[in-house]
Antibody, heavy 124, light 107 residues
């Protein structure tokens, strides 16, 4: 059974960096058939995919254009986890942040396991 | 980006009713369409992947269909635990995008 456990602060000051971690159990961040994603949800934006990291003989990262200049997603193979860093946050970045596994094969797709969600509020 | 449009945005129904939610993509996505159920305070839960495949553990009353740009999620006989918000999501290309959601409420 795959489990994703999120950790990180729920309050970040404007202009600072939002940092979250997603610890994986029951699978490997280096899996050749999965991708590891960050998705956020807010009343104004709905569900918004932010980016992903995955391993296919080498590491790949893909990011949403809306946050591409501010985001970094890194795998940590030693701890079997991946992280999100979002720089220069504003109140618009206030949301519930989810990590999620995506099955990524030619015939099967979908976010099948999710973290518990972290409400991150950007406020001074 | 591929835009996903769901209808209706909200729906009132009774236990035992058959309900259908539709999702339209702004361009063809083959069958790379997934459906999720979300309850308050919880993460979305995958119900249907690649348009019509039932995720393990999901009741048979949930059915997905469609291809190209038009897709439907049908719940054949609503149960009390089905009242939630439903989202479609395309996995055809990057960025992954979601519909705006359909809130299913008890009549």
């Amino acid at each position: 059974q795959v489990q994703l456990q999120q950790s990180g602060p729920g309050l970040v000051k404007p202009s600072q960096t939002l940092s979250l971690t997603c610890a994986i159990s029951g699978d490997s961040v280096s899996s050749n058939s999965a991708a590891w994603n960050w998705i956020r949800q807010s009343p104004s934006r709905g569900l918004e995919w932010l980016g992903r990291t995955y391993y296919r003989s080498k590491w790949y990262n893909e990011y949403a254009v809306s946050v591409k200049s501010r985001i970094t997603i890194n795998p940590d193979t030693s701890k079997n986890q991946f992280s999100l860093q979002l720089n220069s946050v504003t109140a618009e970045d206030t949301a519930v942040y989810h990590c999620a596994r995506e099955v990524d094969t030619p015939t099967v797709r979908g976010f099948d396991y999710w973290g518990q969600g972290t409400l991150v509020t950007v406020s001074s | 980006d591929i835009q996903m449009t769901q209808s209706p945005s909200s729906l009132s129904a009774s236990v035992g009713d058959r309900v259908t939610i539709t999702c339209r993509a702004s361009q063809t996505i083959s069958r790379y369409l997934n459906w999720y159920q979300q309850k308050p305070g919880k993460a979305p839960n995958l119900l249907i992947y690649t348009a019509s495949s039932l995720q393990s553990g999901v009741p048979l009353r949930f059915n997905g269909s469609g291809s190209g740009t038009d897709f439907t999620l049908t719940i054949s006989s609503l149960q009390p635990e089905d009242f939630a918000t439903y989202y479609c999501q395309q996995s055809y290309n990057i960025p992954r995008t979601f519909g705006q959601g359909t809130k299913l409420e008890i009549k």
